[in-house]
């Protein structure tokens, strides 16, 4: 193997910038919120509420502009039959942070809530928190593998670093100082990380679009350049139009209910900054991939033949997906590659210690916390988040090196977060009445439907064709084998989604009904969600008499302890005077 002294040593003076910026803002900001008595688990997890427009807007476009996001934009643009019509990461993820910023950033910050998990717990019960946990987890633990999965094999393309190793090491760096800080050292070290981006991938495009084996992009965008390459616009045929549009819901919806976006939300200074944030992201997002797509665009109009690559172009030798440092390598200088090699580190360490620390912040207190310790003191709570972000960190490495099945189980919990936890999301934060019998209803149809549409990247075969499906054929090119996937043109992603949300609604208002009728006896409300709604086990009984939402009849006995410690966990004093008009339990609702 031969290493690229320079390369390796860029590389280390990158990770050191990034080690000592995690450890300085843990410093700076080690006695934040002791003041104001806010505990410091919550400081770890939400930075004191305090994150202000600068810093805020940095992080939040840093968490979406990942190594899957600037390496998948560039693949898809590159990728023959696809192109510039197929890369809706960009603009879906824009339009989710929009949407998350007009409509769940002002009632989630507002409410003071500390994780995604909370109005699921206060309104649905510690059971079914723990039951949405699972699809959240799943989706923070494999995008972080898959990315770190991407830089590894990126740097063993441009360096020739082994990819075990720079895989390890990354995650090792990351992990530190999110340990040692939380989401400040998480914050700004995506400041310096988003920089990195900006400035390593402009710096190579001209470089790059400067080669002589580059035709003119402007010409390559419309015009097939050869047998084996077409135009990068791309085009939506009509068989794929509702495919597309599936994708593209999933991308946009999809992309609201995840726990990185919301410890972002959560952590603002106010709830108006929580949505001015979402903005600020939102044209981040777009400006930030506009050199992955110049870059998609040039592997599309490049001669291979003339580079130091080989005359076989990446698409057949199945390295599309690694047509970003592909180009950085053979198109540029090698000092300008490995710029460019330093953006895509920096966007893989952006999102991957964001995501260990949002499944690290949901299960300290929304597992540990409120669904086993209730009593738990504050520092106990900080060493089982240190535990976690260590663990979380080890287990996202592990997969990480294995490669051949990331992606895969990546694209499904994606989907899953998408089909069960944003029609949920809707439902306990903008529809009254819904209840626990709801939302399991809602959970298993929308996981029946989803997995039974099967999952080609996990070979996973479907059990439910839907219309309009067909056999694909895909052959691998290096090694000649031909696999036939089923390919599901109905968008059934989004159908399942939508079934899911009906459902929850459905069945809610039926379980309503039938118990406060008397058609079912209260005996048999065995998840205590109609009956015994407001049940000791989630909320203190103090602040719902005080707000008018239930009577002293309807109360079920409560312990001391927990009005104490539940009191704390879902109030806030913002909470009683920002939005208290719109909450699903508020007193406007309970006109039914």
């Given at each position: 193997?031969?290493?690229?002294?320079?390369?390796?040593?860029?590389?280390?003076?990158?990770?050191?910038?990034?080690?000592?910026?995690?450890?300085?803002?843990?410093?700076?900001?080690?006695?934040?919120?002791?003041?104001?008595?806010?505990?410091?688990?919550?400081?770890?997890?939400?930075?004191?509420?305090?994150?202000?427009?600068?810093?805020?807007?940095?992080?939040?476009?840093?968490?979406?502009?990942?190594?899957?996001?600037?390496?998948?934009?560039?693949?898809?643009?590159?990728?023959?039959?696809?192109?510039?019509?197929?890369?809706?990461?960009?603009?879906?993820?824009?339009?989710?942070?929009?949407?998350?910023?007009?409509?769940?950033?002002?009632?989630?910050?507002?409410?003071?809530?500390?994780?995604?998990?909370?109005?699921?717990?206060?309104?649905?019960?510690?059971?079914?928190?723990?039951?949405?946990?699972?699809?959240?987890?799943?989706?923070?633990?494999?995008?972080?593998?898959?990315?770190?999965?991407?830089?590894?094999?990126?740097?063993?393309?441009?360096?020739?670093?082994?990819?075990?190793?720079?895989?390890?090491?990354?995650?090792?760096?990351?992990?530190?100082?999110?340990?040692?800080?939380?989401?400040?050292?998480?914050?700004?070290?995506?400041?310096?990380?988003?920089?990195?981006?900006?400035?390593?991938?402009?710096?190579?495009?001209?470089?790059?679009?400067?080669?002589?084996?580059?035709?003119?992009?402007?010409?390559?965008?419309?015009?097939?350049?050869?047998?084996?390459?077409?135009?990068?616009?791309?085009?939506?045929?009509?068989?794929?139009?509702?495919?597309?549009?599936?994708?593209?819901?999933?991308?946009?919806?999809?992309?609201?209910?995840?726990?990185?976006?919301?410890?972002?939300?959560?952590?603002?200074?106010?709830?108006?900054?929580?949505?001015?944030?979402?903005?600020?992201?939102?044209?981040?997002?777009?400006?930030?991939?506009?050199?992955?797509?110049?870059?998609?665009?040039?592997?599309?109009?490049?001669?291979?033949?003339?580079?130091?690559?080989?005359?076989?172009?990446?698409?057949?030798?199945?390295?599309?997906?690694?047509?970003?440092?592909?180009?950085?390598?053979?198109?540029?200088?090698?000092?300008?590659?490995?710029?460019?090699?330093?953006?895509?580190?920096?966007?893989?360490?952006?999102?991957?210690?964001?995501?260990?620390?949002?499944?690290?912040?949901?299960?300290?207190?929304?597992?540990?916390?409120?669904?086993?310790?209730?009593?738990?003191?504050?520092?106990?709570?900080?060493?089982?988040?240190?535990?976690?972000?260590?663990?979380?960190?080890?287990?996202?490495?592990?997969?990480?090196?294995?490669?051949?099945?990331?992606?895969?189980?990546?694209?499904?919990?994606?989907?899953?977060?998408?089909?069960?936890?944003?029609?949920?999301?809707?439902?306990?934060?903008?529809?009254?009445?819904?209840?626990?019998?709801?939302?399991?209803?809602?959970?298993?149809?929308?996981?029946?439907?989803?997995?039974?549409?099967?999952?080609?990247?996990?070979?996973?075969?479907?059990?439910?064709?839907?219309?309009?499906?067909?056999?694909?054929?895909?052959?691998?090119?290096?090694?000649?084998?031909?696999?036939?996937?089923?390919?599901?043109?109905?968008?059934?992603?989004?159908?399942?989604?939508?079934?899911?949300?009906?459902?929850?609604?459905?069945?809610?208002?039926?379980?309503?009904?039938?118990?406060?009728?008397?058609?079912?006896?209260?005996?048999?409300?065995?998840?205590?969600?109609?009956?015994?709604?407001?049940?000791?086990?989630?909320?203190?009984?103090?602040?719902?008499?005080?707000?008018?939402?239930?009577?002293?009849?309807?109360?079920?006995?409560v312990k001391p302890r927990l009005s104490v410690t539940l009191a704390a966990t879902f109030t806030r004093k913002e909470t009683l005077t920002e939005?208290?008009?719109?909450?699903?339990?508020?007193?406007?609702?309970?006109?039914?």
């Amino acid at each position: 193997m031969n290493i690229h002294v320079e390369g390796l040593v860029a590389i280390v003076i990158f990770y050191l910038l990034i080690l000592l910026v995690g450890i300085w803002a843990a410093w700076k900001n080690k006695n934040s919120g002791v003041m104001e008595g806010v505990d410091r688990s919550e400081t770890i997890m939400v930075g004191g509420r305090d994150i202000g427009l600068f810093v805020g807007a940095f992080t939040m476009t840093a968490t979406w502009v990942g190594g899957g996001y600037i390496n998948g934009t560039a693949e898809n643009v590159y990728l023959p039959g696809y192109g510039l019509a197929w890369a809706q990461a960009p603009f879906g993820y824009a339009l989710s942070l929009v949407l998350g910023g007009l409509f769940f950033a002002k009632p989630m910050r507002s409410r003071g809530y500390v994780t995604m998990l909370d109005p699921f717990q206060q309104v649905y019960g510690k059971r079914m928190g723990g039951l949405l946990f699972i699809p959240a987890l799943m989706g923070e633990m494999f995008w972080s593998a898959a990315i770190l999965s991407a830089l590894g094999a990126t740097l063993s393309v441009i360096i020739d670093i082994d990819i075990n190793m720079s895989v390890i090491i990354s995650a090792l760096i990351a992990i530190f100082y999110t340990l040692v800080g939380g989401l400040y050292s998480v914050a700004y070290t995506d400041v310096v990380q988003l920089f990195c981006i900006f400035l390593g991938l402009w710096v190579s495009v001209p470089f790059a679009l400067s080669n002589p084996a580059v035709s003119n992009i402007g010409l390559t965008a419309v015009k097939q350049l050869n047998a084996n390459q077409t135009a990068w616009l791309g085009k939506i045929e009509s068989p794929d139009k509702w495919m597309w549009a599936d994708n593209f819901c999933l991308l946009m919806l999809g992309g609201i209910p995840w726990q990185v976006y919301f410890q972002r939300v959560l952590s603002a200074s106010s709830a108006t900054y929580a949505q001015v944030l979402s903005f600020l992201a939102a044209f981040g997002c777009i400006i930030m991939a506009i050199p992955s797509v110049l870059i998609g665009a040039i592997g599309a109009s490049t001669d291979w033949n003339q580079t130091t690559y080989g005359p076989i172009p990446p698409m057949q030798r199945d390295q599309s997906d690694m047509i970003l440092p592909i180009v950085l390598q053979h198109l540029c200088p090698a000092y300008i590659s490995f710029f460019g090699l330093g953006a895509v580190s920096a966007a893989v360490m952006s999102s991957a210690d964001s995501s260990i620390l949002s499944a690290s912040s949901m299960f300290a207190r929304n597992i540990y916390q409120l669904a086993f310790r209730q009593s738990a003191s504050d520092r106990e709570i900080v060493w089982v988040m240190r535990i976690t972000i260590f663990v979380f960190g080890a287990l996202a490495t592990g997969m990480a090196l294995l490669t051949g099945t990331v992606y895969g189980l990546w694209y499904l919990s994606s989907d899953l977060v998408y089909v069960i936890i944003f029609p949920q999301l809707l439902c306990v934060l903008f529809i009254r009445g819904t209840n626990t019998y709801g939302s399991v209803a809602a959970y298993i149809f929308g996981l029946i439907l989803r997995v039974g549409g099967g999952e080609p990247y996990l070979k996973l075969p479907p059990f439910i064709y839907y219309p309009g499906w067909t056999i694909e054929e895909k052959v691998h090119h290096v090694t000649k084998e031909v696999e036939y996937l089923v390919l599901q043109r109905f968008p059934f992603k989004t159908a399942s989604m939508l079934a899911s949300f009906l459902s929850n609604v459905a069945f809610s208002y039926l379980f309503k009904y039938l118990f406060e009728s008397g058609t079912l006896s209260a005996k048999y409300d065995f998840l205590d969600a109609v009956v015994a709604k407001h049940s000791a086990e989630i909320m203190d009984k103090t602040t719902l008499v005080n707000k008018n939402i239930i009577g002293l009849n309807e109360m079920t006995p409560v312990k001391p302890r927990l009005s104490v410690t539940l009191a704390a966990t879902f109030t806030r004093k913002e909470t009683l005077t920002e939005e208290e008009d719109s909450s699903p339990e508020s007193p406007s609702h309970e006109n039914e």
